[in-house]
């Protein structure tokens, strides 16, 4: 259960108890003719003690946890409660009147039933002093100064010190009251002051609209006036609400007399406030509702990329805080035309039937600054347009927009009536436009972030799709040690190699490089590892596969790519290979202790057609002796560059193979790979670098 509940039924049995038991004990002393002894005044003080407490809790509690300063909704809050106290001062004065015009108080000494309708009129009184009392204690702190915690001190000592003097007077009648009335009196004016320092923190309710501070205005004349009828009526003493909260208990009249009167004077100073800023109004409410189209055109620009929903705004709030007819945005494409991007209370084809002659157009685009045209009709430069499909349309304002320097388009307003717009008309659309060319600029860094993370994703497809396609294992060849290694660049490539069997069921190794990056490489490559697979099977020698490659995808891949390949065929275990060229790099073969570049003819793949390039392919034998050497490389290898942007070459990697020659291809790829990385240190890998380390030696297994 909901403890906030359980402590406000328990409240509210509290105070529905007490009144009962008020009730029975005042009729009990009404029948046994003592309402008028000591006893008597001490059992009405207590229960009216045991009254008041939970309305205390209750209106404390809900006043305070229901007010945020600074929150948007304090002001609703405020005009809620200020409601709540019109209407039960209304009711207030309709209770006073009807029982005046029943003459109840003539009733009472004699009529049980005029006395608990006293006494519920006096209870009634004394809710509405004590609702009033916190509304007023809740907005003074909620719209605090430097000294308002001590004034309100002030103000709650002088509110007990006038009951605790009725409360002496009335158990204790032979008080000199000539000399506490003169110290009454003097208490009197000095809280009523200090009430009037206490409230003068009301500067929030000129901000407030026209039409708010006129309901302000009635409202609060109508409290005074309501509560100034009931102090008077109280000052008398000889009015039934008087005699009603004297009789019921000891301070109850002095309470309701003091919180009406400082009421009084709480709402005067509200109503001088809201008396001299009417006149302002105007101005205010126009730099309120500039604020407002900015802050919600700032929030449009932080949040959305959407073009369309930006301008959009922007001639929506433009109307708003210029109090325009229509208005709309042209912006400057890249292809020299104009478009109508965005438009207000009327439609792109009416600005087409008004531009016909296309003279407005040019009118924008020949202004730098905010132009203003006063009177549309006498205007030679617009007068001429066709103003009939906007009739009521007196002044245009247009201000240029820009992005980066450069001018993108207009912003353009019509008013009503003739010099219509001023200079700060000027101003706030000169701000909606350095707006839009913020959100113009964000939306272009968005874009270019989104670019960047696709072309990122795209790239870590691209490696991951690279990284599949190249076997994880290379087959053992007898005599022969094959080892490959590829290191990616951040940008992927298209390198590939891997080792096929051929139609007679000979090893073919195959390395290629598939031009272009990211994800377009990674697809041709996957298309070529897929080709090789299939025509291997139907190829006998390494010119043969290369021709058989190049007749299937000339045609298949864009006229833009293009793959160079070589394939390096183990004819036999005896150390006798075949090897064919693509348009690919040279291969370095370490025989007889010299280096040399095997270089047979050849043009990439998807270059020329099949007789041009069938024409150009060459094959040549060679023959590994014990410990000899191949190597096979793209040309990430040799053109590797280092912190001065000179490239590797190929003469460093001829002379490690030839150092390196009589060690197992496992410690040649290590090597390599120190090369690599000791020559280019920092620098950035621009392309994939793809080795194919190839030994022959009779003892390998």
């Given at each position: ?20 038991l ?6 009990f ?21 045991v ?14 946890s ?14 809620t ?37 006293s ?34 001190v ?42 009037l ?6 500067q929030?309710?000129a901000l ?35 005699y ?39 101005i205010?409410?126009?730099k ?6 900015l ?25 708003k ?24 209370n ?21 202004i ?11 205007d ?12 009521n ?37 000169t ?50 040690s ?12 298209g390198?590939?190699?891997?080792i ?48 058989r ?15 160079t ?25 370490k ?38 050497v191949?190597?096979l ?7 590797l ?7 590797l ?7 490690l193979l ?34 194919v ?9």
């Amino acid at each position: 259960m909901d403890l906030r509940k359980l402590n406000k039924t328990l409240l509210l049995s509290i105070i529905i108890g007490t009144l009962i038991l008020r009730f029975a004990g005042d009729s009990f002393l009404f029948i046994i003719d003592k309402l008028d002894t000591n006893a008597a005044i001490i059992w009405k003080a207590l229960t009216t003690i045991v009254l008041i407490i939970p309305f205390y809790i209750l209106f404390f509690r809900g006043l305070k946890s229901s007010v945020n300063r600074y929150s948007e909704e304090a002001e609703k809050l405020f005009f809620t409660q200020l409601k709540r106290i019109s209407l039960l001062s209304f009711i207030l004065l309709v209770f006073y009147l009807s029982l005046n015009y029943l003459r109840l108080k003539t009733q009472i000494t004699g009529n049980l039933f005029a006395l608990m309708i006293s006494e519920y009129f006096a209870i009634y009184s004394i809710i509405i002093s004590l609702y009033i009392i916190f509304f007023i204690w809740l907005w003074l702190l909620n719209r605090r100064h430097r000294r308002t915690m001590f004034q309100l001190v002030i103000l709650r000592n002088g509110v007990f010190y006038f009951i605790i003097v009725e409360i002496l007077i009335t158990l204790f009648p032979s008080m000199n009251k000539p000399v506490v009335g003169i110290f009454s009196t003097s208490m009197a004016i000095f809280i009523g002051l200090v009430m009037l320092f206490t409230a003068k923190n009301n500067q929030w309710l000129a901000l407030l609209p026209k039409s708010e501070k006129i309901k302000l205005f009635w409202q609060s004349l109508f409290i005074i006036l309501v509560n100034s009828f009931i102090v008077y009526s109280l000052y008398l003493r000889d009015t039934i609400l008087s005699y009603s909260l004297l009789t019921f208990s000891p301070g109850a009249y002095s309470f309701v007399i003091i919180v009406l009167g400082l009421s009084i004077l709480y709402f005067l100073r509200i109503l001088a406030t809201v008396i001299t800023s009417i006149p302002t109004s105007y101005i205010i409410e126009r730099k309120m509702r500039e604020l407002s189209s900015l802050r919600e055109l700032n929030k449009v620009v932080s949040e959305t990329i959407e073009m369309n929903l930006l301008l959009d705004t922007v001639v929506r709030l433009a109307l708003k805080s210029t109090k325009s007819l229509a208005g709309w945005i042209e912006l400057y494409l890249k292809d020299g035309t104009t478009q109508v991007s965005a438009t207000q209370n009327l439609d792109e084809e009416k600005i087409k039937i008004l531009d016909k002659s296309s003279e407005l157009e040019k009118l924008f685009k020949s202004i730098e600054k905010p132009l203003i045209i006063d009177s549309i009709l006498d205007d030679k430069t617009v007068s001429n347009l066709n103003w009939t499909v906007i009739p009521n349309a007196r002044t245009m304002l247009a201000v240029p927009l820009h992005s980066g320097g450069v001018k993108i388009g207009v912003l353009c307003v019509l008013c009503v009536d003739e010099y219509g717009f001023d200079d700060d008309d000027v101003k706030i659309l000169t701000a909606f436009s350095d707006n839009i060319s913020i959100a113009i600029e964000n939306a272009r860094l968005v874009k270019d972030s989104i670019e960047k993370e696709r072309y990122k994703q795209e790239l870590m497809l691209a490696r991951e799709i690279t990284e599949k396609l190249l076997p994880q294992e290379l087959p053992k060849i007898e005599n022969y040690s094959v080892r490959a290694f590829s290191l990616p660049a951040e940008e992927v490539g298209g390198d590939y190699y891997d080792i096929v069997r051929l139609k007679n069921g000979k090893p073919c190794i195959i390395i290629a490089d598939v031009s272009g990056k990211g994800m377009s490489a990674a697809f041709y490559m996957a298309q070529l590892k897929g080709v090789v697979l299939s025509l291997a099977r139907e190829s006998s020698g390494a010119s043969e596969l290369l021709k058989r490659i190049n007749t299937t995808l000339f045609k298949e891949i864009d006229r833009q790519m293009y793959i160079t390949m070589s394939a390096f065929v183990i004819e036999n275990n005896d150390g006798k290979v075949s090897y064919a060229r693509a348009g690919h790099m040279p291969g370095l073969f370490k025989n007889n202790g010299d280096v040399r570049k095997i270089i047979p003819k050849g043009i990439g793949v998807a270059l020329a057609e099949q007789e041009l390039f069938d024409e150009n392919i060459e094959e040549i034998q060679l023959n590994f002796n014990d410990e000899d050497v191949f190597l096979l490389f793209t040309d990430g290898l040799n053109e590797l560059k280092n912190e001065n942007k000179i490239d590797l070459g190929i003469e460093p990697i001829a002379e490690l193979l030839k150092n390196h020659a009589k060690e197992n291809t496992e410690v040649i790829e290590e090597k390599i790979k120190k090369l690599i990385k000791e020559f280019s240190g920092n620098m950035y890998q621009p392309d994939d670098i793809t080795v194919v380390i190839v030994k022959y030696s009779k003892s390998t297994c």
